[in-house]
């Protein structure tokens, strides 16, 4: 069976085991040749660590690697 897993690495520092409690889903799309793919994280926030020091600002750099357990994962 499939396991799928992440890592996420915010300002090229890793941020994996401090965000994955708070991920519900993460969703890619591969559209047509020419455009952007896209990719979607979304994060539980209940306690509201996502409005004020943890929340990204425009022009912060944001990876993603995406896969399954046991294979190299994608960019």
């Known amino acids: 069976m499939l396991i799928p897993i992440f890592e996420l690495f915010y300002e090229k520092k890793n941020i994996t085991k401090d965000v994955s409690p708070y991920v519900t889903s993460i ?3 591969d559209v047509e ?13 209940s306690e509201k660590l996502w409005q004020d020091a943890w ?4 022009g912060d750099s944001l990876r993603a690697y995406i896969g399954y357990e046991a294979e190299k994962l994608l960019i």
Not at 33 to 45: A, C, K, V, Y
């Open 33 to 45: 040749h020419g455009e952007s793919d896209e990719l979607q994280i979304i994060f539980e926030d």
């Open 55 to 58: 929340i990204p600002t425009k």
């Open 27 to 29: 969703e890619y799309t």
